[in-house]
């Protein structure tokens, strides 16, 4: 049987009947420098950050579903884009950062931008170094995180046994944070 080579990029998969379209990225990226991707929750918009590699940043981008209306919405020269969540109601997108570096446990930054990709603003650090990503609440009001405590513990940017964290939630409109798990 012959099969195709595989196509690296960024695809949507149709689970009812597997189908599936590639959506092309812009020029200036590379498939291999995507970094992450959601879709909205009405299906209509796309949320994806790219790279061009270590010590390049990256940038968020959004699209239409169809792969069309392709603008970048947020770019940053100093970190990588780990993570997109779009609030259940659609109004916002969460994501975070981590340092542009090679330490494997830096911490990230959790940010909020809406659902035009305006306005984005930083709201609390966390924990970088596992790939965890914020989960919103129903009611897309909070976000829940995993925290880094002992930052000034320079051991735990390189052995993972060296992190304590905890799960955290903030108040994305006024930015209060609170301890979920002790």
């Not at 969460?94 to 330490?103: E, G």
Request: glycine share 10%; charged share 25%.
């Amino acid at each position: 049987v012959d099969q195709e080579e595989p196509v690296p990029g960024l695809w949507l998969v149709y689970t009812g009947d597997g189908s599936h379209v590639r959506i092309p990225l812009p020029h200036e990226s590379v498939p291999e420098g995507l970094m992450a991707a959601a879709i909205s929750p009405d299906g209509r918009t796309i949320a994806y950050s790219v790279t061009r590699g270590l010590g390049f940043g990256s940038a968020i981008w959004l699209c239409d579903s169809d792969g069309g209306n392709q603008r970048e919405v947020w770019r940053d020269e100093t970190v990588v884009v780990g993570s997109l969540e779009w609030a259940p109601d659609g109004s916002r997108v969460a994501f975070t950062t981590l340092i542009d570096s090679p330490v494997p446990f830096a911490e990230a930054g959790l940010w909020v931008m809406d659902a035009q990709g305006q306005d984005a603003r930083w709201i609390a650090r966390m924990d970088g170094g596992h790939g965890q990503q914020p989960v919103w609440s129903h009611d897309a009001r909070r976000l829940y995180f995993v925290a880094r405590e002992n930052y000034e513990d320079g051991r735990a940017d390189r052995e993972a046994t060296a992190l304590v964290s905890t799960i955290r939630m903030v108040d994305v409109d006024s930015g209060k944070e609170g301890t979920m798990v002790p």
